[in-house]
């Protein structure tokens, strides 16, 4: 049973944070952004794998085309779904169209360094008012502020900017794919320890442990691509490794147990959240 899938809508952004992976891909000729494929190609797929929760991320969901909100108006509402956006678009048309019982978590990404477009501007008074805005309609609303180098010293500012609105927050450690790789500094991480949590601490200093563990990534949840090819996470796509197949095709199934993983000290905070996994002789965490 298919309890949770990421789904990549696109790799395409209207913002260019130097600290996203895909824009440090994409500036190398890795992860161009493809075609969007018609949304009820979509439908179809996620109707019949019927996964427990939808996770619903990119690039950036919202752009033109994708046709985002027309699905969410006809998927079955027993699949309870989570939005990750930058909020660069307006969001009259979400709230219309869904409930909060539907989209049951909004992850809402702070990107301070991008001013948006100007169809599409953004600032920080534009970000406030459009999460107190989904708030209003009852929506369940986090900032998400990856603690980059450059701009990690300002997070103490942030957060009580956040606080003061009452907007619920959480720290990203940054993560690379080698492209602008970053060691904290001792002093770098004692400012960020207050602010993350257990499930992120490990990010603050990530190395190879050598330990050894069964995942039950593409058992109970997947990864998918903007072209429908998954993979038990993220990861394995950066590294081309053990794809699953592609959801668009009937005959796609799941593995039928857990597999090893050599790599869970690096497992990206995405699938981390939701796969389950058991070291090797030791315990279980998920």
Excluded at 71 to 83: D, G, N, W
Excluded at 165 to 173: L, S
Excluded at 261 to 273: E, K, N, T, V
Aim: charge should be neutral.
């Amino acid at each position: 049973m298919l309890k949770t899938a990421i789904w990549w809508t696109t790799m395409a952004c209207n913002f260019k944070c130097k600290y996203c992976w895909e824009v440090q891909a994409q500036d190398r000729g890795e992860f161009k952004p493809e075609p969007f494929l018609p949304w009820e190609r979509w439908l179809e797929a996620w109707t019949r794998l019927n996964p427990q929760f939808l996770d619903i991320t990119g690039g950036e969901p919202f752009l033109p085309g994708i046709g985002l909100v027309k699905l969410l108006e006809h998927l079955p509402r027993s699949i309870k779904v989570s939005i990750t956006s930058n909020l660069s678009h307006s969001l009259l048309d979400l709230v219309k169209a869904t409930t909060p019982q539907q989209v049951h978590s909004i992850t809402a990404s702070f990107h301070p360094g991008e001013n948006g477009t100007k169809a599409n501007p953004m600032n920080p008074e534009i970000f406030i008012g459009r999460v107190k805005f989904l708030q209003e309609f009852g929506f369940q609303v986090t900032a998400n502020i990856v603690a980059w180098p450059e701009q990690l010293w300002l997070i103490p500012h942030w957060v009580a900017m956040f606080d003061a609105q009452n907007i619920r927050w959480h720290i990203d450690p940054y993560q690379s794919i080698a492209y602008y790789p970053w060691e904290y500094t001792e002093a770098e991480r004692e400012l960020l320890r207050p602010y993350m949590a257990k499930n992120r601490a490990w990010g603050l200093d990530p190395k190879p442990d050598g330990k050894h563990v069964l995942c039950s990534g593409g058992v109970d949840h997947i990864s998918v691509q903007p072209n429908g090819d998954a993979w038990r996470c993220i990861l394995e796509r950066q590294q081309l490794i053990g794809r699953l197949g592609n959801v668009f095709y009937t005959e796609f199934k799941l593995k039928d147990e857990p597999s090893l993983c050599q790599q869970s000290w690096q497992c990206p905070a995405c699938d981390r959240d939701k796969v389950t996994v058991v070291e090797i002789g030791g315990k279980q965490s998920s």
